[in-house]
Structures are given as C-alpha cells and as structure tokens.
C-alpha cells in the first residue's frame, strides 16, 4: 500500500482540476447521499481523496469521518474544510483494509470510485462491513470499465504513471462482486461520467 500512497501523493495537487469533469456525476452523488441521510447521521467515507463528497453532504449529517490513504490528500481536504469552515468532518491517513473504528460505528459508509484500483477489494469490503452498522448504508460508486473502449486506451497511459485499475468489472459484474461479499442492493443507477459510473446503494445481507 505504501507504492499507492506515494502515487496518490504526487496527484493531490491537480486532484480537483482533474475531477471536474466528472463534478456533475458527483454533485448526483452528493444528492442521494443527502436524501437518505438523516440530520443525526454519522457517516464514514473510505478514501475520500479532497473530501469532494465529505464536504458536499456536511450539511446533512451530524458527523463525517473521512479517510485516506494518502497524507497530501488528507492535508489538502482539511485545508478545503477550514476554508468553507465546515467542522462536522474530521480527515485522519488510514488504510481501507484496516480502518481502526469500533464495529458498527457508521449508518452510512462511502467508498467512490477506489475498488477498482485496490488489488484486494474484497478486504476493503470486510472491514466496511464490519464498520457499518446493521441497518445501514454502503454507497459505493465505481467507474466500470469493463468493456469500455476508452478506458481499454486510457489504462495503458495511467499505468505509466502508476495508475492501475485491477479490476475492470462491467456494471453487471460490479453489481455481482458487491452481493458476492455480502451486500444487498437498494438502488443502482448509471450516472454519465469519463467512464461508466455505477451508483450503487446497498444494505448487508441479512445471515
């Protein structure tokens, strides 16, 4: 994990820049977040990058605890917070596969566009599920780039600069990876982005 925070690291300055392109397919995210969240909500998000969707659904919730991999990341989030003096989100450097909170701490928990590039997705999935509480909500948006032309040209230029999308999953086979590791779907939806972005709200499935 160590190589990943040292890509992410060197990213985080032109992070933001590179994600408006796809901030219309976020500001969607923000809003389903924000109508099923309550005003007593604690929300964790698992590799918030600059915390585009933490600040985005403050308003909303009691509290957000946002993660990352990566400590510029992190360092630029908190810089976004105190400059829109929001300080219901708290930012802290974890690992996804170890995320060191309290079993069923979170009613909700967002993970955006990052299963794709970790090389155990499932582990990510575990410690996730072990997090949330029993009644409550995984929001995981992904690119899919299984059978995507563009990003068949794409992934060859960012693993040059170590970028590496180890899975490559159609919406369908992401829908399918998600219940295969104990999740039920609520709501999908194919919202337009750079590539394919599979909005999928979830639930655990019940033993």
């Known amino acids: 994990?160590?190589?990943?925070?040292?890509?992410?690291?060197?990213?985080?300055?032109?992070?933001?820049?590179?994600?408006?392109?796809?901030?219309?397919?976020?500001?969607?995210?923000?809003?389903?977040?924000?109508?099923?969240?309550?005003p007593e909500s604690v929300v964790l998000e698992v590799a918030t990058g600059t915390g585009i969707l933490s600040l985005g659904i403050a308003g909303s919730v009691k509290q957000v605890e946002a993660v990352d991999l990566s400590r510029d990341m992190?360092?630029?989030?908190r810089n976004k917070a105190r400059e829109l003096g929001i300080t219901n989100v708290h930012f802290f450097i974890k690992n996804a596969y170890s995320l060191g909170y309290d079993a069923d701490s979170f009613d909700i928990v967002v993970i955006s566009n990052t299963l794709h590039v970790m090389p155990h997705p499932e582990k990510a999935l575990a410690e996730i599920k072990r997090v949330l509480k029993p009644?409550?909500?995984?929001?995981?948006?992904?690119?899919?780039?299984?059978?995507?032309?563009?990003?068949?040209?794409?992934?060859?230029?960012?693993?040059?600069?170590?970028?590496?999308?180890?899975?490559?999953?159609?919406?369908?086979?992401?829908?399918?990876?998600?219940?295969?590791?104990?999740?039920?779907?609520?709501e999908t939806a194919l919202l337009p982005a750079s590539f394919p972005l599979v909005y999928c709200c979830c639930t655990i499935t019940a033993s």
């Open 1 to 38: 994990m160590r190589n990943e925070a040292v890509v992410w690291n060197r990213f985080s300055g032109i992070y933001d820049t590179f994600m408006k392109r796809d901030m219309p397919a976020y500001q969607q995210v923000i809003q389903k977040i924000s109508l099923l969240a309550k």
């Open 74 to 77: 992190i360092l630029k989030a």
């Open 135 to 186: 009644d409550g909500y995984l929001i995981a948006p992904t690119f899919a780039h299984g059978g995507s032309k563009k990003a068949a040209l794409f992934s060859p230029l960012a693993s040059v600069v170590g970028f590496h999308a180890y899975q490559k999953w159609t919406p369908e086979s992401y829908c399918r990876f998600l219940t295969d590791n104990g999740f039920t779907l609520r």
